[in-house]
């Protein structure tokens, strides 16, 4: 096995390695606020707004994230250029790209997955909890605010950790609408210097520090949350 190539091709290696990054940090952050509305829609007493949510994340759930994303960029993507001025409106340098349809359909389809997690989780901070916030007068946002939620994310942490670390392996998926993430560099590796085996090496190494640190990270965040609840 020879790594040569890495001195002709690591500027590449880091911009893909970086695109990469910014999918998952774009899904993750925007896809958690939107699973947020999302989780407190199915549990509301509103049967429409249960509904809606519970439909959006069946669609996503139920699908596969690369039909999902080549639906976005074969299909809306092909019809934006219809639009009147979009071509030069600012906007066009990022509507044009694949980057941007690959990270709307990772937060969307992460969205639904981690709505489903805050349900459970929303449905298990127990009920005296909430009754004694009451009890002291809270209203109900700054109830959610203050207790509801933030006793949900703790006791969905792990299983956060988990969705992330599952979102970080769909990234590769960016590779098929020309996004150059770190998968598609080592495609082009491949394709100049036909190695096989090098470029998927360093990817995976990649790949396996990054779930270490998402691991580590969320174990550090556990170790923070009171055992007794």
Same mark, same amino acid.
């Given at each position: ?5 890495? &001195? ?25 606020? =939107?699973?947020? #509305? /999302? ?8 049967? +429409? ?35 009147? #001025?979009?071509?030069?409106? +600012? ?5 044009? *790209? ?15 997955? *981690?709505?489903?997690? /805050?349900?459970?989780?929303? +449905? ?6 909430? *009754? ?14 203050? =207790?509801w939620l933030p006793r949900a994310i703790r006791i969905a942490l792990p299983t956060i950790g988990g969705e992330i670390v599952m979102q970080l392996k769909a990234t590769p998926l960016a590779f098929t609408v020309t996004v150059m993430d770190l998968y598609a560099v080592a495609t082009k590796v491949r394709? &100049?210097?036909?190695?096989?085996? *090098? ?5 995976? =190494?990649?790949?396996?520090? +990054?779930?270490? =640190? ?16």
């Open positions: 096995m020879t790594f040569s190539w890495i &001195d002709s091709y690591w500027p590449l290696l880091l911009t893909g390695a970086w695109q990469t990054l910014s999918l998952l940090a774009i899904s993750v952050v925007f896809g958690f606020i =939107i699973a947020i #509305g /999302l989780a407190f829609a199915q549990i509301s007493s509103n049967r +429409l707004l249960r509904y809606l949510a519970s439909g959006y994340c069946t669609f996503f759930r139920g699908t596969p994230l690369l039909i999902q994303l080549w639906l976005l960029y074969y299909g809306i993507g092909s019809l934006l250029p219809m639009i009147p #001025g979009i071509r030069q409106s +600012l906007l066009w340098p990022i509507l044009s *790209e694949g980057f941007f349809f690959a990270a709307v359909s990772f937060t969307l389809n992460y969205a639904a997955y *981690e709505a489903e997690v /805050l349900r459970g989780a929303l +449905l298990a901070v127990p009920k005296g909890e909430l *009754e004694a916030g009451r009890a002291f007068g809270m209203r109900p946002f700054t109830l959610t605010r203050r =207790i394709q &100049d210097t036909l190695l096989v085996y *090098e470029p998927l090496i360093v990817v995976t =190494i990649f790949y396996l520090i +990054l779930t270490a =640190i998402v691991a580590r990270a969320f174990r550090f965040l556990e170790a923070q949350v009171p055992v007794r609840r």
